[in-house]
């Protein structure tokens, strides 16, 4: 999970080149800008496992509904007994 997903997540947001959230009543810095890189923090690296795995467990397929049984395209129809002779042209 990337910084920016986190913040999604957590309501957070950059500030002073800082990555930040409230959690549980506290700003918590989650992630530092280095240069161009984000340098996660112990607190943030502990979030982001956290919500690793409850976007994992929320994204896991969910039981689909049965589907009725498909119905057949079109019904079998009767052979028919067809005599030649009553095509045939007459003189």
């Not at 986190?6 to 947001?13: D, F, K, N, P, T």
């Not at 607190?43 to 498909?70: T, V």
């Amino acid at each position: 999970m990337d910084i920016n997903t986190l913040l999604a997540r957590l309501g957070g947001e950059i500030l002073a080149n800082k990555a930040r959230a409230t959690v549980d009543g506290r700003n918590t810095v989650l992630a530092i800008l280095d240069d161009q890189t984000w340098v996660w923090t112990d607190e943030g690296h502990a979030l982001r496992a956290e919500h690793s795995n409850l976007a994992a467990s929320e994204a896991a397929p969910q039981e689909l509904p049965k589907k009725a049984p498909r119905k057949r395209a079109a019904q079998p129809v009767e052979s028919l007994d067809i005599d030649p002779a009553d095509f045939a042209e007459s003189e």
